[in-house]
DNA sequence: ATGAAAGCGCTAACAA
DNA sequence: TTGTTAGCGCTTTCAT
């Protein structure tokens, strides 16, 4: 009962036909070929009955192709990632090609060793929210002619389609709904970083500071693995800072989960002692009493994006020279916590 | 400065060598095969020079083996998974093993396709966590000797190394906290399912319930994609039933933050209009106000476990006949949202 | 309308 | 110690 791998020989052998026959009729080539319909009913009958699969690492090997997305998200444990990865992952699906997902970490050698990996297993486009420091790795693939289209975020330096929210617009806004609730003292805290969505993020923040004549209260903490080493040092602002602070903006969701957290230990109320809205939108912020204001990213809209960018480019729908930038609004979810 | 992709034969050439040499000395098998160690020395600095990188997909073809290991969760973008999935990531990754996830929606038929791609791209092992209706196509991967293990839940049919917690128990304790704070018309609110997990935290609180000399309260929905459709029968069943109840025990951590954001709808009150734990832990149930009593499962020990299993089977140190079952403990942690 | 044969890049048994 | 060679399973050109 153990089913021994076939392989094409051999249903072509039990046939008594040739391989190529059977190649032509698995790869629906049949009428294009002019193989007999007699024939070709024959094979299909028969690679059901013995239930032959392809191999599609042979396949791969000699076409090129594999009909794989590769998707590098910056940690799947991350529901904003998590939510795209598993769009895609869908939109993908539906359309033949499978997803394989990995994290980067935001790790640049990481990184390297993924897109390695998945030129290794010749996966046929790259989607990914790059780390810094890849530029050469991506150009490399753009190079080879392999469709990369990145998100979340982009790389100055190197010229592939994009999908990105309007950053800095946002945290504009989101400034500015603090401000006009009065609020004069208002903290910016995010992850340090140099990717292009924190540097507009943080952009937006002090422009919408800058016209209002404000002060600029920004604490940059660094991105961890361990979620303890990102609250403590906010813990250690919040702590210094909350008496002369009135409103506080967190730069994602990952940081504002974790301010949240702090706030919890230090006995803050919110709105009363600090006002809070947070870039992204999560469970936690709909359910926090007060609900918190969020900056809701339309994460269906950029997974669909994404994908018919990708999609286009692997169906040549669109020439691999010609790049596009979409930037999608984010949707300001106004909540108790930014309120009075 | 395209890079052509050059094969092993090309650096054989280009060398004057043959690729027999080249492989073996690329595979660490120089001493065994008493290469000279100038010439592995010739031919690594040409590798490194040159940036050469063995076609993988060649290699699998050839060896059967492709150091990747398929792993199948429930939904990637539920935080219980993707916690899982990260951390069995990172392990593999250090033990030179890639992860390929996909998410299986629970979905047989879409879990059987993926399982087939798994096949198609010859991965070393399996990790998963099996939706129903499976059996036939895993025990086929057995008999194909190829190492499965199954975390979260198992088949009853199917003897494979499994990695679950202690589900009725938890169950059974939680529903006992509730009952010793004097709550009488407790409810069980979960997914309708007829996995083993389910079936376990079911009869914990049934058997928690009867001892007691008390009466079930148990709504079982369906499992969806959309949240909403989650939402609205447990909306229907709270609205109608709230008033009559004096607890409430979640089945997962989804039903559960459903359960939140019904309870928010309805203005009810924890713990004092309904007492409230959940299964599994989560950012939301500790920032709730007030916090939510969860039964939180052991995310890295249950991930170690796994891997750890699996590693042992690939590297040969378990026999594949030989079946583990591993049972690790969960964590009441004991909030608010439980007490009087 | 069908078949033979080359070759994708690699490994490993066997020769030398 | 190194080289020759036969595949792994598939696609595709070129004959027939």
Do not use: W
Request: hydrophobic letters at 40%; a neutral charge.
């Amino acid at each position: 009962m153990v089913k021994k791998k076939l392989s094409i020989v051999d249903i072509a052998n039990s046939l008594n036909i040739s391989k190529t026959s059977v190649s032509f009729i698995l790869n629906g080539r049949a009428a294009e070929k002019r193989i007999s319909e007699e024939l070709v009913a024959r094979v299909m009958k028969f690679v059901e009955e013995v239930g032959y699969k392809p191999n599609s690492l042979a396949k791969s090997l000699r076409t090129g192709k594999s009909n794989i997305i590769g998707l590098m998200v910056e940690d799947i444990s991350n529901p904003f990632f998590a939510a795209i990865a598993r769009l895609i992952e869908d939109r993908a699906y539906k359309n033949g090609y499978k997803i394989i997902y990995c994290s980067t970490d935001n790790d640049t050698n990481k990184t390297k060793d993924l897109i390695q990996m998945f030129r290794d297993r010749h996966v046929d486009g790259y989607i990914m929210a790059p780390p810094e420091g890849i530029e050469e790795d991506v150009n490399d693939l753009l190079k080879n002619n392999l469709p990369v289209v990145m998100f979340d975020r982009y790389l100055p330096n190197v010229d592939t389609d994009h999908v990105v929210i309007d950053n800095k617009a946002s945290t504009f806004k989101a400034t500015q709904v603090l401000i006009k609730q009065g609020y004069k003292d208002i903290a910016f805290v995010t992850f340090s970083s140099e990717q292009t969505q924190m540097n507009d993020r943080l952009a937006g923040y002090e422009q919408a500071i800058a016209e209002a004549g404000l002060k600029t209260n920004i604490k940059q903490v660094k991105f961890q693995q361990n979620e303890d080493l990102i609250i403590e040092p906010i813990f250690e602002y919040i702590n210094e800072n909350h008496k002369r602070l009135d409103a506080v903006l967190f730069g994602t969701n990952h940081v504002g989960v974790c301010g949240l957290k702090v706030f919890k230990r230090l006995g803050i109320s919110v709105p009363d002692d600090l006002a809070v809205i947070s870039f992204d939108d999560y469970d936690v912020f709909q359910l926090y009493t007060p609900p918190v204001t969020a900056i809701a990213q339309p994460i269906e809209e950029i997974a669909d994006n994404v994908i018919t960018l990708l999609l286009n480019k692997l169906n040549n729908k669109t020439s691999l020279a010609d790049k596009q930038t979409i930037i999608v609004p984010t949707i300001m979810n106004v909540r108790a916590s930014s309120g009075k």
